[in-house]
């Protein structure tokens, strides 16, 4: 029997069925417009589209921009077009929930894209050594009383003014990254012959006046990334302060917040008001002083935000303890995704100003291979001589 | 011409694309869509430029990109050295202004670069941007203009359109991501490492004078040897000159000599530590596998 999937016969041909195929790659992720369904129909065209394995691989050409989507092509592909053959594979096991069994509850905690899903009954437990020393029972009691407390209890106006400062500061010496191509400047290394050949039109080729160009210093962008899981509560204040002056200093900073999930919160913080702006990210915080998700919420950045905001000129900086509920290997190969985008990575981890500290939990040994500077950040005082430190980067 | 007619076309000039690479080539030429390959280094992204230049008996452009390439040395200059030149005669000859500045803008005071060449040829010719990921944001956005319309537009002279559509093919080695603006104006294909038939296929293309059996040989050893925890897999390139190597030392079994199997190695690894990595014994083991 033939595998390929039999259309309804009032189905209205073949350009209804490219567009619907389109629209199927489209609601598993794959960003493709109108122009790629007329393409894929040009394209039909050009193969001998009767053969499976031919549309196949002209649509592959067609629809697919990257090794990833590639790699998922064959699946999508075969579930529309060779619907008959797989009847019985298409029932998926959906994962085996890693929650206790004592708690139930209806919703699942999605994410803002809806496609990875968190277990929301799981609790911060880091392999226990998050705890060892006995922090760990007085996080756990400070994550509950935090579950009802709002985030404008936290943090408090006079630390924002002073948050401001710092970011400011933090932000300069982050700004500078030379650009390589030269533009017109008073006073620059190089001559601009464009100019000097137009301006020598007027004094019979003598070139009277030399324009130079330079390479001008181009400035960075800062995406913050912030850690609010039980673990880092009580670091919260001095980091969303800090989220919330950086905003204000910096026009074109990103912030975000992650524990299992991931939420933008740059709009909000753009709020002039500054206590309504707390609020709002309160409130999109849902689920603050949970249980963290470091690697897998950093790959849903880099799979997601960070196509848009993060480039060759960004410095993206982490604040978290790296107590990580998921495998190490999350972390690592979000991190070297992360690292393709061209940006710098900036890790601020609140237990480094501890003494004797050492980046043991798996998940922060992951990491560091990727991070370009690795820095202690406690409080207000330590993220202000940060400045000295990011020059050399 | 099918696929499967440039497919056999471009094995005739030495490369052997698989089926789902060709697809996509033939798709380019015929849509007139810039194609994107993407790969690990020495898997034969760029020879495939020069492989269909040389099947179409076409021109092939190269530009190659690094960090700071600018329009200047992509698309064009004006030749000031000439222009000055100019301007000095005509002051001389008493020429006015007027008529001077639409001389010196003119075609003749061009300099054309790769994209700006490629786009004014009688013949569609083969435009290669290789390795695109090593340039930075700003001159992919430069390239959108002319991947899409075919135009460059110079502000003295006005827009150039193309007197004939190149085939463009881009890579990249994924050192960076590409703006999602490029890839959507681009068909795509992931060029992997070639399967045993593959390579064995490429590699008696390539060197004919290698028997059958050491052919075997070295495809079965460079295919386990990339399943090897390595730093940087050789890829085909790779292979070709480790064949070069047994042929000019005159190895005729992979197995009989490792002293010479391991000397050879140097063209197949090309770090530190994956030569410490690959030891003798190692090599050995690897060699008596492979056959």
Known sequence: MSRVTRFAARDPGPAARISGFIAHLRDNGMRLGVAETSLALSALCEVEAISPETSHQALKAVCTSCKEEAEKFGALFDSYWMDMGRVKQKIVQTAASDGSDCVHSSRDAHDEDGKGSGSSSTPDGSDGQAESDGEGLLIATKVSNLMHKDLRDIVDTDDIAEAEKVARKLGAALRDRRSRRRVAALKGDRLHFRKIIRASLATGGEPLKLMKKHRPDRPRKIVALCDVSGSMTIYSKVFLAFLMGLMKGDPTADAYLFHTRLVRITEALRDKDTKRAVGRMSLMADGFGGGSQIGPSIARFAKSYAKRFVDGRSVVLILSDGYDTSPPAVMGSALAHLKKRGCKIIWLNPLKGWRDYAPVADGMTAALPYLDLFCAANTLADLSVLDREVISI | ?291
């Open chain 2, 1 to 291: 011409m099918t696929w499967n007619n440039l497919q056999t076309a471009l094995a005739d000039s030495g490369y052997i694309a698989s089926d789902d690479l060709s697809v996509a080539i033939h798709l380019s030429i015929t849509l007139g869509r810039p194609l994107l390959l993407e790969g690990a280094a020495g898997v034969g992204k760029t020879q495939l430029a020069s492989s269909l230049a040389t099947q179409r008996s076409s021109r092939l452009i190269r530009l190659q990109c690094y960090e700071g390439l600018d329009a200047a040395q992509a698309i064009y200059e004006w030749n000031y050295q000439r222009q000055l030149l100019s301007i000095r005669a005509a002051a001389e000859d008493g020429e006015t202004g007027q008529s001077v500045e639409a001389r010196i803008f003119s075609r003749e005071f061009l300099l054309e670069r790769p994209l700006l060449a490629a786009i004014t040829q009688k013949t569609p010719p083969v435009l290669l941007i290789d390795e695109i990921d090593r340039a930075d944001e700003e001159f992919e956005a430069y390239l959108l203009e002319i991947l899409s319309e075919f135009q460059v537009t110079i502000p003295e002279l006005g827009t150039i359109t193309a007197t004939s559509k190149p085939i463009v093919i881009l890579t990249s080695n994924g050192t960076r991501d590409l703006s999602d603006a490029l890839r959507r104006r681009c068909l795509y294909a992931y060029v992997d490492y070639p399967s045993r038939e593959t390579e064995l296929a490429i590699l008696s293309a390539r060197c004919p004078a290698v028997e059958t059996r050491l052919r075997v040989q070295i495809v079965g050893f460079v295919q386990k040897l990339r399943e090897e925890d390595l730093e940087k897999v050789p890829g085909i390139a790779e292979t070709l000159d480790f064949a070069a190597a047994l042929m000019g030392l005159g190895i005729a079994d992979l197995t009989s000599n490792p002293a010479a199997l391991q000397n050879t190695l140097s063209t197949l690894l090309k770090t530190q530590s994956d030569r410490a990595h690959i030891t003798s014994e190692v090599a050995g083991r690897i060699a008596g596998r492979s056959v």
